[in-house]
């Protein structure tokens, strides 16, 4: 992760596979904190905590924030399920809630955080 004008270079879109998510620490917390899943040419980002609890993170291993067949998002904490493009809660303690959305841009094959505060 870079630090730039334009914000903070996450990575490449390449570097998540099509259908897969992935973790991030920008703040240097020693855990992520935020996570994206990338569907073809775009790119979802999140906080990595369930609205049901603030504390439970989402991933049930490393870079694994999806369901079995990649169709959510998932707590494995609460087993609820949360859609890819807007961040709701589809089932689950939390429905009718939402995943806190991460500000970023696509920029030249690469992934910006714009949002600095996390």
């Given at each position: 992760?870079?630090?730039?004008?334009?914000?903070?270079?996450?990575?490449?879109?390449?570097?998540?596979?099509?259908?897969?998510?992935?973790?991030?620490?920008?703040?240097?917390t020693g855990r992520d904190t935020m996570f994206i899943v990338r569907r073809g040419g775009r790119v979802y980002a999140y906080r990595n905590a369930c609205p049901h609890y603030d504390r439970a993170r989402m991933a049930w291993k490393k870079n694994e924030f999806l369901n079995g067949d990649r169709s959510h998002i998932m707590c494995a904490a609460h087993g609820a399920l949360f859609q890819i493009e807007d961040g709701a809660c589809v089932i689950g303690p939390c429905l009718g809630q939402r995943l806190s959305p991460v500000s970023i841009t696509?920029?030249?094959?690469?992934?910006?955080m714009t949002e600095p505060d996390l």
């Open positions: 992760m870079t630090p730039g004008a334009a914000g903070l270079l996450l990575c490449r879109i390449e570097d998540i596979p099509d259908g897969h998510s992935r973790g991030f620490d920008p703040g240097k696509l920029r030249d094959g690469c992934v910006w």
